[in-house]
């Protein structure tokens, strides 16, 4: 889990292919629900792993010597991720060892990205050789492309002439290039709003007008819009919460709008296209840039300005739920408020907050390209790796001194990342990042997950203990975390307002000096 996830982090923020080694069948299952998580989250990642030797009486160097070899010789070892990875193969022979890297990492780098999978015997391992070299410039990735001039003016005619258009997206903010010509586009078309329902990455900026948040498919938008355009999302609603009118026009704009590896998916779209969301976006800005002449200025500035009304109201709803109660208890909201405070302007989120995502998001409001990366699935317990290979990764882009990161996790999430590992890793090769543990003394995703199907039933009235989703007696987390780095971590615990803000400065100021801070704060739920 660790090693994936931070190879993961490390490629979500540069775009860059990382290479994870681990060992035959049952290293490959230890990489588990990272895999998935790489998967869906579209992180190009290259696993490679070791099949027992295929001989035993010593035919080949390499051959069987140890008793593990019978026991770990399985029938096809590339099935058991071979379904999460865009590409599976076995190096058969060393002479052509390098095509098959590369072939491999073109799977891993082409959209859509994702993990993929190379495995080889020792016998082949041990293989003698004659030293060759390729011309890496024949093994790029596939390159996608935009949309047809009739599809970006059929778009951008719709939007324009739309009372409420409503774009989602999901991860297209994986380029940050996409954040600002979204900001173009919403600048041109006056009144569109932008809905995030997938939180993977930061996509639009929370200052503009045109800012919904994050939502993961539920938002009472979707309903009221009259023209909706989907730019690379995996759920842009869901149908049995809420969905958009009847006879809406739908345009689906995604590098991989079938979903391929989704057994079961569709959209109502009358229009889908295969292409690059940047090329698309910018093509639609333009095409809208021209028609937008043509438009009655009244009906526009009319639009714009009811915009920014709700905008306004929007982020005055959010703060009136951050206020600390009577007792001195917060919630996440007034927590993550006080973070986006104090931490640099230009701190990078590593977020797997689960049930708390959405405040988390509605108070950090992330501005910068590349400044918000979550889990991308439901495999829980990346952010512990995650947030290493973040840090590792600006740090390399940035000389050695990179940006600030933070982890955000759930209690029961933070359990599931291995933080034994994470925080010896993290102080044996010196990766200074905050976490902020976000104790609410329990897993409350399956609750959420039963009164969505069973609002009341029998277990909307039992207790936390009753259905076994208690954390009590409550782990010390911050204390588990420092057991794993020797004793070198600040720890800390904060349960009251009033002491929120000075454990998190001196957290801050450790980490700054170079050492791991992990602060557990105990969160009231709903707000």
């Known amino acids: 889990m660790v090693a994936m996830s931070i190879a993961d982090g490390y490629a979500r923020l540069t775009g860059k292919p990382q290479c994870v080694i681990v060992h035959v069948d049952v290293g490959t299952q230890g990489l588990g629900a990272a895999v998935h998580n790489a998967s869906t989250g579209r992180a190009p990642v290259l696993v490679f792993a070791g099949l027992s030797p295929f001989t035993l009486e010593g035919e080949m160097r390499g051959s069987r ?11 096809d070892q590339t099935q058991i991720i071979g379904q999460y990875c865009r590409y599976a193969g076995e190096i058969k022979t060393g002479k052509n060892i390098k095509q098959m890297v590369n072939r491999a990492l073109q799977f891993a780098t082409s959209d859509p990205q994702g993990p993929v999978y190379l495995v080889g015997a020792r016998e082949v391992m041990e293989e003698e050789i004659t030293p060759y070299s390729l011309e890496q410039g024949v093994w790029e990735s596939v390159e996608l492309g935009g949309l047809t001039p009739k599809a970006s003016k ?13 774009l989602i997206t999901g991860y297209a903010g994986r380029n940050q290039k996409i954040p600002s010509a979204l900001v173009e586009l919403a600048n041109t078309v006056k009144g569109l709003r932008v809905l995030d329902t997938g939180g993977s990455d930061m996509c639009f900026p929370a200052s503009h007008p045109s800012w919904l948040g994050l939502r993961f498919g539920i938002e009472p938008e979707i309903e009221k819009a009259d023209v909706i355009v989907i730019v690379d999302c995996d759920v842009p609603w869901i149908p049995t919460l809420n969905k958009p009118k009847d006879g809406i026009k739908v345009f689906h704009i995604d590098v991989d709008p079938l979903k391929q590896l989704m057994p079961l998916f569709y959209v109502p779209a009358q229009h889908r296209y295969r292409a690059d969301a940047l090329v698309a976006v910018e093509q639609i800005t333009s095409e809208a840039q021209n028609q937008a002449a043509k438009l009655d200025t009244t009906v526009v500035n009319k639009k714009w300005e009811a915009l920014q009304t709700s905008h306004k109201e929007r982020l005055a709803t959010i703060a009136s739920k951050t206020t600390p109660a009577e007792d001195g208890s917060f919630g996440t909201g007034h927590l993550c408020k006080t973070l986006r405070t104090l931490c640099p302007e230009d701190t990078i989120w590593a977020i797997e907050a689960v049930t708390n995502t959405g405040f988390v998001h509605d108070n950090l409001q992330p501005e910068l390209p590349g400044s918000w990366i979550n889990c991308g699935g439901g495999g829980l317990g990346w952010s512990g790796g995650g947030a290493l290979g973040i840090k590792l990764a600006t740090d390399a882009e940035n000389g050695g001194k990179g940006k600030f990161v933070v982890q955000i996790v759930g209690d029961g999430t933070f359990l599931f990342s291995v933080p034994g590992s ?7 090769y010196k990766i200074p990042v905050l976490t902020i543990v976000l104790n609410n003394k329990g897993w409350n995703a399956p609750r959420k997950s039963m009164l969505l199907v069973h609002p009341e039933g029998l277990g909307s009235k039992a207790t ?4 076994n989703i208690s954390f009590d007696p409550v782990p010390d987390y911050s204390g588990i975390a420092k057991a794993a780095a020797g004793g070198d971590l600040f720890a800390a615990k904060v349960d009251k307002a009033e002491d929120l803000e000075r454990t998190i400065a001196e957290a801050i100021k450790a980490v700054e000096g170079g050492q791991n801070a992990v602060v557990d704060c105990k969160v009231t739920l709903g707000c």
Do not use: D, F, K, M
């Open 65 to 75: 010597t140890e008793y593990i070899h019978w026991i770990q010789n399985v029938p």
């Open 154 to 166: 059929e778009i951008a005619e719709a939007l324009l002439g739309a009372e409420r258009p409503l």
């Open 422 to 428: 994470v925080y010896w890793i993290s102080r044996r």
């Open 464 to 467: 936390n203990e009753e259905i």
